[in-house]
């Protein structure tokens, strides 16, 4: 079945520091690509996403580049900001008839002054 | 604020108890989804309705149940609760279901059975 495997947390960063969290993920078709970031006490919210081979997702600064020939959906960020402290989560989404969304675990991501 | 409305917040109940947990999905979106939050299992699938229809189920244990009513809101009953069911559970929608169609979750409900 499916499946996305993420790099454990905690990761620790200082302000405007590089970051790089990565995805891959198993599926027998294509799916769409999410990365969904957690504030604490909040529910999930679509951080970007990427539907085909090769597109790049980018929101609020954070890119990740569909790759399918290593089947992977790693996040970036050039310069973080301790705002972006939160859990992220990589998810895959089939199409056609498997509507349901298939998280990996989630990273804690802490960014300190 | 996603739109995605769940009540109530927090529970607190007992092992043997029965609960319900709403969902109000975002105006227009005809998709509810359930997923469960825990530490162990990180989040898990349980289910999803389309219009009124359930359309996919994922690791929901039979002691689980969900409809989605013709006002599109969904409920997700939970019934002999063991201490692992405490989790967050959380509800999302989507306007449709194609596989890019984003979905929009709510802020979830901490069930602690005790």
């Known amino acids: 079945g499916d499946s996305v495997t993420q790099m454990e947390g905690p990761v620790t960063l200082s302000e405007e520091a590089f970051l790089t969290i990565n995805c891959t993920y198993t599926a027998t078709g294509y799916p769409s690509l999410f990365w969904y970031v957690q504030y604490p006490g909040e529910g999930l919210q679509l951080l970007l996403k990427a539907t085909k081979a090769d597109d790049k997702g980018s929101n609020k600064g954070f890119e990740a580049t569909y790759r399918k020939e290593t089947t992977s959906f790693h996040l970036e960020k050039g310069s973080v900001q301790v705002s972006d402290s939160a859990v992220y989560f990589c998810?895959?989404?089939?199409?056609?008839?498997?509507?349901?969304?298939?998280f990996g675990k989630g990273t804690l991501l802490t960014v300190n002054p | 604020d996603s739109g995605v409305t769940q009540t109530p917040k927090h529970l607190i109940t007992a092992t043997g108890q029965r609960v319900t947990l709403r969902c109000s999905p975002r105006?227009?979106?005809?998709?509810v989804y359930w997923y469960q939050q825990s530490l162990d299992q990180g989040l898990q699938f349980l289910i999803q309705?389309?219009?009124?229809?359930?359309?996919a189920k994922g690791n929901i244990l039979e002691r689980f149940s969900a409809q989605q009513f013709p006002d599109l809101h969904s409920e997700l009953n939970l019934s002999s609760l063991e201490l692992g069911d405490s989790a967050l559970y959380f509800c999302?929608?989507?306007?449709?279901?194609?596989?890019?169609?984003?979905?929009?979750f709510g802020q979830g409900t901490r069930l602690t059975v005790v």
């Open positions: 998810a895959l989404r089939e199409g056609g008839s498997n509507y349901k969304l298939t």
């Open positions: 105006s227009g979106d005809l998709s």
């Open positions: 999302a929608s989507s306007v449709g279901v194609e596989g890019n169609t984003e979905a929009f």
């Open positions: 309705y389309y219009n009124g229809e359930e359309r």
